[in-house]
């Protein structure tokens, strides 16, 4: 009995902080208007446009109810034109193993209260991390924080966290 409940899928929330983006890409004359796209499997979210800003704060969390943290969040970020098509100002993407990993691990140490640093994701080539970051455990959520650098673009990063909360949680 004790194993199916370690095996069975466990309901939860994903939520997806955009915090901001450094040195974005200028789309319009001098500047742009961007917004970031967040794609979950067949889920999308998007932020708010920030007009005529390289460094924007947008500080919005998304939550997506899902059964385990698995597959790869993609950001995608826009600059918004009122007369044509948006232009593509780079993507990211972060892959939940990580989280998922480190979602069994505070299971089987029955974490339930205070701060843990739980894994190590570090940065290279097959991600777009620009530095090293822990995956915690505080608050009864596993947490990511992440600085991602922007691919297909000239210059750009996202500073995102990805929180996860199992229904279950005690």
Do not use: H
């Amino acid at each position: 009995m004790e194993e199916d409940e370690g095996r069975r899928a466990r309901r939860g929330v994903l939520k997806v902080l955009v915090a901001r983006g450094t040195n974005l890409a200028v789309r319009d004359f001098t500047s742009s208007d961007p917004y970031v796209v967040v794609r979950l499997a067949d889920r999308n979210a998007k932020t708010k446009v920030i007009n005529s800003c390289l460094n924007p704060v947008w500080n919005e969390e998304m939550s997506f109810s899902i059964e385990e943290p698995a597959g790869v969040i993609k950001f995608e970020v826009f600059d918004w034109d009122r007369f044509k098509y948006d232009d593509k100002m780079g993507n990211a993407f972060i892959d939940l193993q990580p989280v998922a990993a480190a979602t069994k691990l505070r299971r089987a140490l029955r974490l339930t209260t205070g701060e843990t640093k739980l894994r190590k994701v570090a940065a290279g080539i097959d991600n777009c991390l620009l530095s090293d970051s822990f995956v915690t455990y505080a608050d009864g959520e596993v947490v990511l924080d992440a600085r991602l650098r922007l691919r297909d673009v000239e210059s750009g990063e996202l500073f995102v966290t990805v929180k996860w909360t199992e229904a279950d949680a005690k």
